[in-house]
C-alpha cells in the first residue's frame, strides 16, 4: 500500500501546522515496525505499517531521518515565491502527483486546497482515497466555550467615540444637576451627518457666543493638530 502525505509545513516549523506535521511523522517513525488496529463500521481490522510505503510531498528538502518506508518528494509550481498562490498551486498539483505515483490513500494534515477527481471509469485505484485533518473544532466540541469576536478597527474606534460622548454629557449632567452651569449650548451630529443644537437660557447669549467662538478656535486648532 502507498501512503501519501502532505508534508509541507516541515519547512515552517514555528507555525501549528508544522508542529503538528512533525510530531505525526515522528510518531509514525516510531511505530513503523508495529501493527496498528483500527475500526471500520463494527469490522476490527490490523494494519501493519511495515507492508506500507509513505511518500512525504513536500516543497523543501527534509531532514534525512526519514528513510526505510518513508520516501520524499520534493516539487514547486511554477509560481517559486513562498506565499499563498504558491501554497494553493503546489495543493493542487500534489493531487496529481500522487495519482502519478499510485498512492492508494492521500493524507492532509489541514485544511487544503488539494482536491482528486471521482473516478468515473469505476476503478477505485485511479484517484486515493483522501482524508483530511481538521483543525480547530473546538467551538463544536465545547459549545460551551465563549468565543471572543475580533472587532475591526472602525468599530472599536465608533464605539470608543460613543463611550466618549456618553461620559461627556454624563459628566455635564452631574454638574447642571448641582447647579454649576447657568446656560448652555449643545451640538450634535447623527450618524447621518445631520446636525442638532439646542440653547437652554437664552437670556445668556453673548456669554454663549463667546463660548462657541472658543470653541471654534479649539476646533480649528485640533484640526490641524490632527492633519
Not at 509560481?79 to 501554497?87: E, I, L, N, S
Request: aromatic content about 8%; proline content about 4%.
Amino acid at each position: 500500500m502507498k501512503i501519501g502525505i502532505n508534508a509541507s509545513f516541515l519547512r515552517k516549523p514555528e507555525t501549528g501546522i508544522g508542529q503538528v506535521t512533525a510530531n505525526f511523522l515522528e510518531k509514525l517513525a516510531e511505530y513503523r515496525m508495529q501493527n496498528i488496529e483500527f475500526r471500520k463500521e463494527s469490522e476490527k481490522s490490523t494494519f501493519n505499517i511495515q507492508h506500507a510505503t509513505f511518500i512525504l510531498y513536500t516543497q523543501e528538502s527534509v531532514a534525512p531521518e526519514w528513510s526505510g518506508n518513508f520516501e520524499v518528494k520534493v516539487f514547486l509550481p511554477w509560481w517559486k515565491r513562498d506565499d499563498v498562490p504558491r501554497q494553493r498551486l503546489w495543493e493542487k498539483q500534489v493531487a496529481h502527483e500522487a495519482m502519478k505515483d499510485g498512492c492508494d490513500v492521500f493524507l492532509s494534515l489541514y485544511q487544503s486546497a488539494t482536491v482528486f477527481p471521482s473516478s468515473k471509469t469505476g476503478n477505485q485505484k485511479s484517484s486515493p482515497r483522501h482524508v483530511m485533518i481538521v483543525h480547530d473544532i473546538i467551538p463544536k466540541l465545547s459549545p460551551d466555550l465563549k468565543v471572543v469576536t475580533f472587532k475591526s478597527e472602525d468599530q472599536i474606534w465608533t464605539e470608543g467615540v460613543h463611550a466618549d460622548t456618553i461620559r461627556m454629557l454624563e459628566e455635564w449632567l452631574e454638574e447642571a444637576r448641582k447647579g454649576s452651569f447657568d446656560a448652555v449650548a449643545i451640538v450634535g451630529i447623527d450618524k447621518t451627518g445631520d446636525v442638532e443644537t439646542c440653547i437652554a437660557q437664552h437670556n445668556q447669549h453673548p456669554a454663549l457666543v463667546g463660548a462657541v467662538a472658543l470653541l471654534l478656535a479649539r476646533l480649528t486648532r485640533q484640526g490641524r493638530d490632527d492633519d
